[in-house]
């Protein structure tokens, strides 16, 4: 049986197991591109205030992801 | 004083762990194994592993066939599938996503993410290419001499203890074991002293 078949069926099946495991893929996959567009707009010269905004989440949330990261500009305070 | 990176980040680990990427990169297993390594150890330039293991008949081409055996059987150490088949059951299409990143900001804006501050904690995931399995991690960065591997023979012996039951499956389908390979490993090694 090929992967693709045997994957579809157990999704079919709502096995936990693929539905947990394509959840985490997910998460993983969403955090990678918002990493990626906050690289961007920082390179863009985007304030953090800017950023939270446009993500739909507080300056605090922001800060707790990423004020200890070393991004360009200035720093969170 | 030379600064470590990280533990396990000695020079024969590190191109090991590259060539076992690409392995699990090229045949799109979405996870790195231990049954990447064994590959990588078959093709490395350090023969000492390679020889132990063309002892038991065990070669490249074959080993990849095993691999690719039992990794599309289920029996190998990472999730059974890959990250583009799991977001797929969401309605999520993973190689569009990829390609409109590429195009949008270049092809190598994931490789680029991770060498920033900004992408340096996150997990390894979907994007970036396969997960290490906790076999693996284990038997390259865990219980082992601070000084790192002198040879691949030794990297060899640790991926033998790490009680990995995909590799065991694989050296089974070669018609060999852990056990007669650690006991080969060993003899071998302790001649070389």
Known sequence: MSEAISLAEAASHRDPQVGLAAVAALRQMVDQLEALQVKAAREDGWTWERIAGALGITRQSVHRKYASRRFPGRRIT | ?193
């Open chain 2, 1 to 193: 004083m030379t600064r470590r990176t990280g533990p396990g980040r000695d020079q024969i680990t590190s191109r090991l762990m590259a060539a076992a990427r690409q392995e699990a990169d090229r045949c799109r297993h979405g996870y790195v194994g231990c049954e990447h390594l064994l590959l990588a150890l078959l093709a490395d330039k350090d023969p000492t592993a390679r020889d132990i293991l063309a002892g038991h008949k065990i070669t490249l081409p074959a080993a990849r066939g095993a691999v690719a055996d039992v990794i599309s059987s289920g029996r190998g150490d990472g999730p059974r599938w890959n990250a583009g088949d799991l977001l797929a059951t969401l309605g999520v299409d993973l190689p569009a996503i990829q390609h409109q990143m590429r195009a949008d900001y270049g092809p190598h804006a994931i490789d680029e993410l991770y060498r920033s501050p900004v992408g340096r904690r996150l997990p390894w995931g979907p994007l970036c290419g396969p997960h290490m399995a906790p076999e693996l991690k284990k038997a390259l960065f865990t219980e082992r001499d601070r000084a790192g591997f002198p040879s691949s023979g030794h990297v060899l012996l640790s991926l033998l203890d790490a009680g990995s039951s995909g590799l065991g499956a694989v050296l089974a389908a070669l018609g060999s074991s852990p056990d007669r390979l650690r006991l080969a490993a060993t003899e071998r090694l302790r001649a070389a002293r």
